[in-house]
């Protein structure tokens, strides 16, 4: 009897054993299915709005139309949108060396970006001159390859690339000037200058927040670098803004001081724990509404 009873409950354990083993296959064979089938889109909103918003306003400011300034946003889009295939690429050839899930999903994803890449390069080198060719070209392919390389080595929140990031994503004003009159007009510098200088310093500002946060949840004192830096960017804004209105351009001095209004704001509330405690996904939709009150007093200023 007892035998029979040992035999019942080792029966009972090798079932449990079978029922774990295919729920935690058929869980991995899911996960295997969903990596297979990822979406390779960008996933960083902030990065998107940098791109897209000047893109936007240099449209809006150039006051005309063409076929290729829609094929600036489509080249600019797949631009950034080809990274994260590639840097996944890159990292299984050389560094893991080893199929993974995803990787399928990736090539496709890879190869459709670089297609539609190829295709609105084709539009702008018709209508572009050979100077704008070479020049954004040549500053596409090495600022492609060093993000790669930069998101590769795990690299990627470093300030200075991200402030050069900012640098170049806001240059698709420039871009889409081209596209639209065929050369750079003054104000689009400007244009470029001025949304560069408010998304170097929205940088900054996001990188001393989360350094707060990490020292409260360390219950430490705050000690981040780039407080001060986001601090001197803040001035920066603000000379600009007296400049611009010594000049009388009433809009963009406006747009400055909203800016520094904004950004001063923020490091005032770093300064308290519920505050710091807000999800990032609410500090991102405020930094991206302030971007985008900035850019539209942008474009009444220089209209």
Known sequence: MLNLAWHD?????????VNVKASTEA??????????????LPREHGATAMLITPIVCAAILARQWRWAEVATLTAAFAAL?????????VRQRFIRKQ???????????????LTLLVASGLVLLRAWPTYAVIALGTG??????????????????STLFQIASALALTSTSLATCISALGFITEWCWWLWILLAMQATAGILVVHARLDARIALRRNAPV?????????????VLLC???????LRRGWIATALVVAV???????????????????????????????????????????
């Open 99 to 113: 199929q993974r899930p995803e990787a399928a999903a990736a090539g496709r994803w890879f190869a459709g970006w």
């Open 240 to 246: 600009a803004a007296v400049a611009a209105a010594v």
């Open 81 to 89: 949108a080809i990274k994260d295939p590639m840097v996944l690429l």
């Open 140 to 157: 596409l392919l090495l600022f492609s390859a060093l993000a790669v390389l930069v998101n590769v080595k795990n690299k990627q929140r």
């Open 27 to 40: 869980s991995a064979s899911e996960s295997g299915e969903q990596q297979r089938k990822k979406v390779f």
């Open 223 to 235: 000690n981040s670098p780039f407080r001060g830096a986001a601090q001197m960017a803040i001035v």
């Open 261 to 303: 209004i904004g950004y001063s704001y923020d490091l005032r509330c770093q300064k308290s724990a519920s505050s710091l405690q807000l999800p990032l996904k609410k500090v991102g939709q405020r930094a991206l509404a302030l971007s985008s009150l900035y850019a539209l007093l942008l474009i009444l200023g220089i209209w």
């Open 9 to 17: 409950r080792r029966a009972s354990w090798v079932h449990w054993s």
